[in-house]
Structure formats: C-alpha cells, structure tokens
Nanobody, 127 residues
C-alpha cells in the first residue's frame, strides 16, 4: 500500500508561479511511475503530466507543456509540480498518483494505469 499526500495548493494570481509537492509513504516510491492529474469544477479529471521512476522521462498534456515541470526525488519520496505562468483555466483540484512498473523509463498518461491516488490539493488562479 502506498499513501500519497499532496500539498502546496493555494490562491494565486494569473501569471504567478506555484510548486505542488506529493509525498509518498513508503520507500517503494522508487519503483513507481508518478503522475499529476487535475479536476476543474464541473469537468472530468484530466491528465497533467507524468514522470518515470528513472526521473529521465516526462510527458505533459498540451495545455501545460512549456509552463509546468514535473520532477521527483526518489530518496526523499517526493514528486513536485512546478507551475509557471498560471492561468485562470488552471484552477482545479490537483491529484498525484503512482503506478507500479518494472520498467524504469515508463510514464503513464491513463488514469487506469495508476493504482494509488492522493486526496488532492486546491489550486485557484484568480485576480
């Protein structure tokens, strides 16, 4: 069992930057591909980005490409989402997720690949 806890969400203004964190509960964090998803009010949850266990491979949704960066520290069991140039349409509850894999370079874009989910953290972008 892996427990994930997100933190860092808050109210920010358009154009601001914000970093979210996702802490894993166990050392097995290192064997999982990790991902970020978000859900805006009245919308389906959507993929934001994913990072491989190796930390070398990342993939992003087109809507955040060039503005958001995912990183992870396997020793600290923490994944980060650096968000720059935030827009009102980035307002959502952000979730981190972990999916087991035996291939260190794997990234996952589908929710079905992820076994474990955090409780979410609210990011609101508004002037």
């Amino acid at each position: 069992q892996v427990t994930l806890v997100e933190s860092g969400g808050k109210l920010v203004q358009p154009g601001d930057s914000l970093t979210l964190s996702c802490l894993s509960s166990r050392r097995a964090h290192g064997t999982y591909a990790m991902g970020w998803f978000r859900q805006a009010p009245g919308k389906e949850r959507e993929f934001v980005g994913s990072i491989s266990w190796s930390t070398t491979n990342t993939v992003y949704a087109d809507s955040v490409k060039g503005r958001f960066t995912i990183s992870r520290d396997n020793y600290q069991k923490t994944m980060y989402l650096q968000m720059n140039s935030l827009k009102p349409e980035d307002t959502a509850v952000y979730y981190c997720a972990a999916g087991g894999t035996s291939y260190r370079y794997t990234t996952f874009e589908s929710e079905s690949e992820y076994e474990y989910w955090g409780q979410g953290t609210q990011v609101t972008v508004s002037s």
